[in-house]
């Protein structure tokens, strides 16, 4: 079983950067593809970015690609998401999700995922 608790969220001006964090407890962490998706209010829950267990295959939303940028620290397990450029359109809680394993294809599928963290507020102000 693996717990998921996200952190770094808050209040920032558009164009500027934000970095969550996503830490895991359980020795299995660098097993699990790891994924991050965003809700914004009314909407469904969207895909953001996912990454690899090792961190050598990562895959991007296109409304994100050039400004987000996802990793994983396997021996802290912990999952990043480096936010640049922001926009108000990225206001959202974000949540971190895990899986055991799924095909790169299936990276964005959302019920693919087995782990959920309770999600960070990110807001951007215009």
């Known amino acids: 079983q693996v717990q998921l608790v996200e952190s770094g969220g808050g209040l920032v001006q558009a164009g500027g950067s934000l970095r969550v964090s996503c830490a895991a407890s359980g020795r299995t962490f660098s097993t699990y593809v790891m994924g991050w998706f965003r809700q914004a209010p009314g909407k469904e829950r969207e895909f953001v970015a996912a990454i690899s267990w090792s961190g050598g295959r990562t895959v991007s939303a296109d409304s994100v690609k050039g400004r987000f940028t996802i990793s994983r620290d396997n021996a802290k397990n912990t999952v990043y998401l480096q936010m640049n450029s922001l926009k108000p359109e990225d206001t959202a809680v974000y949540y971190c999700?895990?899986?055991?394993?799924?095909?790169?294809?299936?990276?964005?599928?959302?019920?693919?995922?087995?782990?959920w963290g309770q999600g960070t507020q990110v807001t951007v102000s215009s």
């Open positions: 999700a895990a899986v055991k394993s799924i095909s790169d294809a299936e990276f964005q599928n959302a019920y693919k995922y087995e782990h």
